[in-house]
């Protein structure tokens, strides 16, 4: 399997999250909540962010997302699980998706962290 750092590309976990930390607040707190209900996957096939809307298909998310995904896969943040084919709205129409998954450890912590800053 390929690992999540090859997925986001160079760079470190921690300088990934430092990105993350710039990123804005709501959409990070709306993705992870999302991967939280398997509502997320990535395509290794094209580095590819699909919101999952149903058991097989899905749909690509807007670029704003697609960069906070990248970056959250760099931090260590969301890891990729099992794979599987869906229909998706892009080229190629069929194409292999591994759901994410928030990481036991950096991830947990940094959604943590984002919630404790909710008013």
Known sequence: MTSPL???GPGSPAS???RC????RDRVLRLLAEVDANGLGFSLTVDRVYRLTGARNGVRV???DQLAVTALIGAGVLVPGRGD?????AW???DYVLTLFISATAGRTFYA??????R
């Open 85 to 89: 084919w869906l229909d998706v709205d």
């Open 62 to 64: 807007d670029a704003d």
């Open 6 to 8: 090859r997925l986001a």
């Open 92 to 94: 190629p129409p069929r």
């Open 113 to 118: 962290e984002l919630r404790g800053g909710e």
């Open 21 to 24: 930390r710039d990123l804005d």
């Open 16 to 18: 990934w999250l430092a």
